[in-house]
Nanobody, 127 residues
Framework: QVQLVESGGGQVQPGGSLTLSCELS????????MGWFRQVPGKEREFVAS????????VYGSSVEGRFTISRSVTRSASDLTMNSLSPEDTAVYYC????????????????????WGPGTRVTVSS
């Protein structure tokens, strides 16, 4: 059974940076597409980023492209989300997600494609 655990959330000032990490356990990390989503109370879950199993492809939500970077580490069995130029609009609970793919270059913006989810980590951007 796959388990995902996020870390790195917290409070940061506008314009600052923060890196979230998501560790995957229970299965072979290199078989899984990794994704990040975020949600604000009362709003729908929003796609943030996705990276393919071989790390050759990454896609981003329009509101974060150019500011956020998704990566993965085989040695740590983890995906990182580096967030720069943060604004109060980035305040949300951030969720890590994963699904297995036999294709090494798969990515997905669709939350329904992801089978496993972490409990979430809160990010607050405020002065």
């Amino acid at each position: 059974q796959v388990q995902l655990v996020e870390s790195g959330g917290g409070q940061v000032q506008p314009g600052g940076s923060l890196t979230l990490s998501c560790e995957l356990s229970g299965r072979t990390f290199s078989l899984y597409v990794m994704g990040w989503f975020r949600q604000v109370p009362g709003k729908e879950r929003e796609f943030v980023a996705s990276v393919s199993p071989d790390e050759s492809f990454a896609v981003y939500g329009s509101s974060v492209e150019g500011r956020f970077t998704i990566s993965r580490s085989v040695t740590r069995s983890a995906s990182d989300l580096t967030m720069n130029s943060l604004s109060p609009e980035d305040t949300a609970v951030y969720y890590c997600a994963a699904f297995q793919s036999f294709y090494r270059t798969t990515v997905s913006r669709d939350a329904a494609a992801y089978e496993y989810w972490g409990p979430g980590t809160r990010v607050t951007v405020s002065s």
